[in-house]
């Protein structure tokens, strides 16, 4: 209690009334709120409290730790105690700080609301699938609906399994849990059956030419001999193609819709085409696959989707896919197209990360991609990440969003982790006849300096001199241990750091080292770990 009143400048009876009133503030938010608080919460709404400001504004890192101290005491007793101890903490409940929205377009909203998450399995989730998820997952929770997550692994070429668990557990890992999950690929009879509907209805057709003339008739807008094929033929041109008789590139099932048509995409878009490769889960059974407008269309239907915020880059095929729909007899999910957003100063391309991956220049975990592994081994907070995208909102006009506001977030999460002295390089000197060690790097002659609850020093030809004990404003805190040990700290340029520092108990968790940043001690045997930010 001393060092308070000292450090403060304050009398016994004002650390007296400081304290119960913090006490007080934490019991009514637990009472309130049943949960356990956060200091630096506390701390803040202190600081909105004119007479504690005057108090705390003294010396604001001692102030800190004031309320912490108190917090952590109020925080072990049970509700019950609480009420108790502080009966008046029962009648008026605590305005809380209301937090960002994400704020949606006004859509029809007529029953359950049921949104999905469409990722192709052929990279592991970055800060973008990140994005698209939570936008979805978020408008669902927000009606009391559903989210499924849907791999749509249609394309045997890039898909593998691997990337199926990658995403759904970067997905958990960020709080986006959905309530089902389901693959495209188990629905390739179902569509299968679609395709010769239509065939039999005359809105398709298998089509013979090679994919040259498909584009230079689709840029003419002239009809191709293949759409006056007859329902017959079709039908058992389509039945060899499911057989895989054909080789790819050979034949095309196509929609029949206009080539007339000012949009090109609806200008007879191709719905199924070969591929022979072998699919991580269906193995070789099938070798004709669906596109991406055909099963995406029919998939929603299936899983009675019925709302969906996608990339602007869809937005062409809205049309085609309203069009399938009409022909198919469904009503389709409302779809709301936003524009891309762009982060700057970081790799969060899916294409170019995979692309980087697959040459051997990085893992998927490189500290300098933004995939969600790497974020996690950076040490980033899920919750950090999760404001910045509804920082980021929903627009219709494309922008970019700085790198340095999800460091903020991360910044605020990170408030309250252990700090540990870090050291580039070290010295020994003796002080009060103890040996500690400190980075020379910095140290000015004459200068005063503040060793944390330790003692003041003037540094005066190359020895620390002890020069009293009290909290003085405005000398510099200098970072000191009395044993260190090595380790090495990968940067956010992949680079590497060795330095040293002070010999505690450590985890595989974040720490704030002094003197360099926040970090996240990634593996103890060798001791190794990665710089999160500043």
Not at 11 to 31: C, G, H, N, P
Not at 264 to 292: C, N, Q, V
Not at 491 to 503: C, L, Q, T
Request: glycine content about 6%; overall charge positive; aromatic content about 12%.
């Amino acid at each position: 209690m001393a060092n308070y009143t000292k450090d403060l400048k304050i009398t016994e009876k004002d650390l007296e009334k400081i304290t119960k009133e913090i006490e007080s503030l934490v019991a009514k938010y637990r009472i309130h709120f049943k949960e356990i608080q956060n200091p630096s919460k506390i701390f803040g709404v202190c600081m909105g409290s004119q007479d504690l400001k005057i108090y705390f504004a003294k010396n604001i890192k001692v102030a800190q730790e004031l309320c912490k101290e108190i917090t952590e005491k109020v925080n072990k007793l049970s509700i019950d105690e609480l009420q108790k101890q502080y009966p008046t903490c029962n009648e008026e409940k605590p305005k809380e700080k209301r937090e960002k929205k994400l704020e949606y377009p006004k859509l029809e909203i007529t029953g359950e609301v049921v949104t999905a998450y469409p990722p192709d399995p052929s990279k592991y989730p970055h800060i973008g699938h990140g994005y698209a998820s939570f936008i979805n997952y978020n408008f669902a929770k927000m009606h009391n609906g559903k989210f499924i997550l849907r791999f749509e692994d249609t394309n045997p070429t890039i898909v593998k399994k691997e990337y199926y668990d990658a995403i759904l557990n970067g997905l958990k890992w960020l709080g986006v849990v959905p309530d089902k999950v389901v693959n495209a690929s188990d629905y390739i009879e179902k569509l299968y059956d679609e395709t010769r509907k239509f065939i039999k209805d005359g809105n398709a057709y298998i089509c013979d030419c090679y994919a040259d003339v498909v584009k230079s008739n689709r840029q003419a807008r002239k009809e191709c001999k293949c759409r006056k094929k007859s329902i017959e033929q079709n039908l058992e041109e389509f039945e060899d193609l499911v057989k895989g008789k054909y080789e790819p590139g050979k034949k095309l099932v196509r929609l029949k819709l206009n080539m007339k048509s000012k949009r090109a995409e609806m200008r007879d878009p191709g719905i199924m085409r070969t591929i022979f490769d072998e699919h991580p889960l269906a193995g070789k059974k099938y070798k004709l696959w669906p596109s991406y407008v055909w099963q995406n269309t029919f998939l929603d239907h299936y899983n009675g989707v019925t709302h969906r915020f996608r990339s602007k880059e869809f937005e062409p095929w809205k049309p085609v896919q309203e069009e399938i729909a009409k022909l198919a007899g469904f009503k389709m999910a409302q779809i709301y197209e936003y524009a891309r957003v762009n982060i700057s100063g970081v790799k969060a391309s899916g294409r170019q990360i995979r692309e980087l991956v697959e040459k051997g220049e990085m893992d998927w975990d490189d500290p300098r991609l933004t995939t969600l592994l790497s974020l996690k081994r950076r040490g980033f907070i899920p919750n950090a990440i999760r404001e910045f995208i509804q920082k980021m909102g929903l627009s219709k006009t494309e922008s970019t969003a700085q790198w340095g506001v999800l460091e903020s977030f991360n910044r605020k999460e990170l408030a309250d982790v252990e700090k540990v002295a870090f050291f580039k390089s070290t010295k020994e000197f003796t002080v009060n006849k103890e040996k500690i060690y400190i980075d020379p790097t910095d140290l000015k002659e004459g200068t005063e300096y503040r060793l944390r609850h330790f003692c003041n020093v003037i540094y005066k030809s190359d020895k620390l001199e002890v020069c009293g004990n009290e909290i003085k404003k405005g000398i510099s805190i200098l970072p000191f241990a009395k044993e260190i040990k090595e380790i090495t700290v990968v940067m956010g340029d992949a680079s590497k750091v060795k330095g040293f520092i002070e010999v505690k108990p450590l985890k595989e968790t974040n720490y704030f080292f002094e003197g360099l940043g926040f970090v996240k001690v990634d593996s103890l045997k060798p001791l190794v770990a990665y710089f999160t930010h500043k």
